[in-house]
């Protein structure tokens, strides 16, 4: 093909180059990482929590210590439960303000799991996968030791494709 | 006129309230402002910067010679080296420096500091974990190192075998002449809730056999030694655990609390809370009490809490003057934030006055305070910042010799670590 003159080849250049801004903006937009946030709360049992919700209309299965359907506690509930796998949520301000997309099983390097947190104050970086659902990637205690919290800051590394 | 009478009354109790709220904490106490103030010298770095060096300890021997020891990177092997050295000069330099490791200490070292104490011929015996790669604290290592030369080879102090936690530890010179050294072990439990003891009838050259002397402990806190009645009685702090089924449980409450014993260690009191804090926490504080006995054997002690609401986080003081059977109840040193677990240390001079270093957060960074309270009223000095503000600075240790106060602490920056040594003049020389 032969070009008429030089404009032509300018508007040429212009059309491509926009296609190309185009091209990039939606790819961007396909691939754009997720926002990581920091969200703080207690760990809980999400079957535990909730069945306890609804036997005694108050949250008394979001601690360590569950009640049972018989009325009995079962000493060390929470951290038993989320070992085995049960699924884990984030208790704040009297509700369930996130469910996990996973529950790691932990190994390895990724050693940590949710489980080693049951019941306790934690903060969690992670990013939002659709309403409600948090994909966590990083674990850390409300309360750490100076060395941790102006050292590494403390934050333990939750590896979401190790799974129960 | 009667008004005004009833004005003036009014205005004076409410005065006298808020003068008597004042006193108990150390950084505005009214009177503090009389008592003399520290003057320190300027820092000395210790060890070879090359090797990052951290986690002093110090202690002063019965003839009054002060010692530091610390730890560097190992060169080509995981864990660190452990030093010591004589401080000279008024703690302006470092004399006979020796290596007291042939294998590699830990590198978590903060709580879990090599530490050593001072046998009564002039000895030296050092305690500290081993590399680990299983447990954050694993096999316990002893060594003796004479006045001079090299150190004798490791020996293992937990007599267990097992594969499981020890570390934590206190170590101490008997008025007696035995080394007392305790740690938490894991041998019954995994978590190393339990505090274990070895006595060194040798000055520090072997060890005993191991025994338990107090459970369900704050597995990451150090416990702490001291003695009073010439000896007579032996004292043992350490950081309580309310149960033995793992540390996340509601009602974990990590108080304080001291043992006694007064047959050498073969039997233990109950425990004595050292104060109601209240402070419940879910994981490992790594922060024990710091303790010393002045000359008319009263107990001090200076520690962190968070305290039952952050209101009454803070560092705080008490004392025993009944051999530890009770503890006067606590005086706020300063408030300190809630969240973040500080760390303390404190010394007795030959005056009973009381030297308390600890950390606190100022401009967003660590940094190391010090405060030295009366023995003749009982007041706390007005509190004065020991580290420059450039680097996050942890794990205060202090000592006294006959004329000056020694405060040592590890600097960090980034991957970056070093130690620095400050000196002042004993404000009641």
Redesign the interface.
């Known amino acids: 093909m032969r070009l008429k003159s030089c404009s032509e080849l300018g508007l040429m250049v212009t059309v491509f180059t926009l296609t190309l801004f185009l091209v990039s903006l939606f790819v961007t937009a396909q691939t754009q990482e997720p926002e990581t946030v920091v969200i703080r709360g207690r760990v809980v049992d999400l079957t535990c929590a909730v069945k306890g919700k609804v036997m005694t209309e108050a949250w008394n299965n979001v601690?360590?210590?569950h009640m049972m359907a018989d009325g009995n506690i079962q000493?060390?509930c929470?951290?038993m439960c989320l070992t085995g796998g049960h699924p884990a949520a984030l208790f704040s301000d009297n509700a369930i303000t996130a469910v996990f997309a996973c529950n790691p099983r932990g190994s390895g390097v990724s050693e940590y799991t949710l489980a080693?947190?049951?019941?306790?104050?934690v903060e969690l970086q992670g990013y939002w996968a659709s309403a409600g659902v948090f994909v966590p990637q990083k674990v850390r205690?409300?309360?750490?030791?100076?060395?941790s919290?102006?050292?590494s800051g403390g934050w333990r590394t939750l590896d979401c494709a190790i799974m129960h | 006129m009667k008004k005004i009478e009833g004005w003036f009354f009014v205005l004076m109790a409410i005065s006298l309230v808020f003068s008597g709220c004042n006193r108990t904490r150390g950084d505005d106490s009214s009177g503090s402002s009389l008592l003399p103030t520290i003057a320190f010298n300027e820092a000395i770095l210790v060890g070879n910067p090359q090797g990052h060096p951290a986690d002093p300890f110090l202690a002063t021997s019965g003839a009054g010679e002060v010692f530091v020891s610390w730890t560097e990177e190992s060169s080509g092997a995981e864990g660190r080296d452990g030093f010591i050295a004589k401080v000279k000069g008024g703690g302006q330099q470092l004399a006979e420096i020796r290596q007291m490791n042939q294998e590699p200490i830990s590198g978590h070292g903060?709580?879990n500091l090599a530490k050593f104490a001072l046998a009564s011929d002039g000895g030296v015996a050092a305690i500290w974990s081993a590399v680990s790669h299983v447990h954050h604290a694993g096999t316990l290592k002893s060594v003796y190192g004479a006045v001079s030369g090299t150190f004798t080879p490791e020996e293992t102090l937990n007599d267990d075998q097992g594969v499981t936690n020890h570390g934590f530890t206190g170590i101490a010179s008997g008025p007696d002449g035995r080394i007392y050294a305790s740690w938490l072990d894991g041998r019954n439990d995994e978590e190393a809730a339990e505090v274990f003891m070895a006595i060194s009838e040798d000055g520090g050259k072997s060890f005993g056999k191991n025994f338990q002397i107090s459970t369900f402990a704050c597995p990451c806190c150090r416990p702490t030694i001291a003695f009073l009645d010439g000896g007579e009685t032996m004292i043992v702090a350490h950081r309580r655990f309310a149960t033995s089924?793992?540390y996340?449980?509601?009602d974990n409450v990590r108080d304080h609390q001291l043992i006694r014993s007064t047959d050498g260690g073969k039997t233990f009191s109950e425990p004595v809370l050292i104060s109601d804090d209240g402070w419940v926490?879910?994981?490992?504080?790594?922060?024990g009490i710091a303790l010393d006995v002045d000359s008319q054997d009263m107990i001090h002690v200076v520690w962190w809490t968070?305290g039952r609401t952050p209101d009454e986080a803070g560092i705080y003081y008490a004392s025993s003057e009944d051999g530890g059977r009770s503890f006067a109840p606590r005086q706020l040193i300063v408030q300190a934030p809630?969240?973040?677990?500080?760390?303390t240390h404190i010394t007795v001079d030959k005056n009973d006055t009381l030297y308390a270093s600890w950390?606190n957060?100022e401009e967003n960074?660590?940094q190391i305070f010090l405060a030295h309270r009366s023995a003749v009223t009982g007041q706390w000095s007005p509190i004065h910042r020991v580290s420059d503000g450039a680097w996050?600075t942890?794990?205060p240790v202090v000592t006294v010799d006959e004329e000056n106060l020694y405060v040592a602490w590890t600097e960090?920056k980034g991957e970056d670590s070093q130690v620095r040594l400050r000196t002042a003049s004993l404000v009641d020389n």
């Open positions: 601690g360590q210590d000493k060390g929470a951290a080693k947190y049951a019941a306790a104050p205690r409300t309360t750490l030791s100076v060395e919290r102006y050292g | 903060g709580e089924s793992g996340i449980v509601s926490t879910y994981g490992c504080p790594h922060a968070g809630h969240d973040t677990v500080l760390h950390i957060i960074r660590p996050n942890v794990y960090r």
